[in-house]
């Protein structure tokens, strides 16, 4: 059985984000969450987020099909992120001779996928792109 969760127009770029997620694919929940907090990235809150909100998802879906499941045997079968757009959240900042120059905010889209069976912690990841 496998759950899902997504956290859309995450404002953080998607290299930092595969960065995190790569140290955590193919793990149990409870070894992601023990890892999370060790890695010195400001997106790790958000991706711990996901993780659990996965989980849970999975646990109400057991529920609801009738079965017990143990969080020890909840692991992450597959994660990725990818880019958001990045057309809406343009800022300038001042550039000489009294010009505007326009940079983007980057946004990224996170997708996490949880199981009762252990996977390979392969599939979609790995990259940015989902490849």
């Not at 996928?113 to 990841?125: A, I, M, T």
């Amino acid at each position: 059985m496998e759950a899902i969760a997504r956290a859309r127009f995450q404002r953080y770029g998607a290299r930092k984000v595969v960065q995190i997620l790569d140290e955590i694919r193919g793990k149990s929940v409870l070894e992601a969450e023990q890892i999370l907090p060790m890695i010195p990235r400001a997106c790790g809150a958000m991706v711990g987020k996901a993780v659990r909100s996965a989980a849970a998802n999975l646990t109400i879906k057991a529920m609801r099909a009738g079965k017990t499941l143990a969080p020890a045997k909840v692991y992450i079968k597959s994660c990725w992120a990818g880019l958001g757009p990045m057309g809406s959240m343009r800022r300038v900042r001042p550039a000489p001779m009294g010009r505007a120059m326009t940079f983007k905010r980057k946004v990224c889209h996170l997708t996490v996928v949880v199981s009762d069976e252990r996977g390979d912690g392969q599939g979609p990841g790995g990259g940015i792109y989902g490849e």
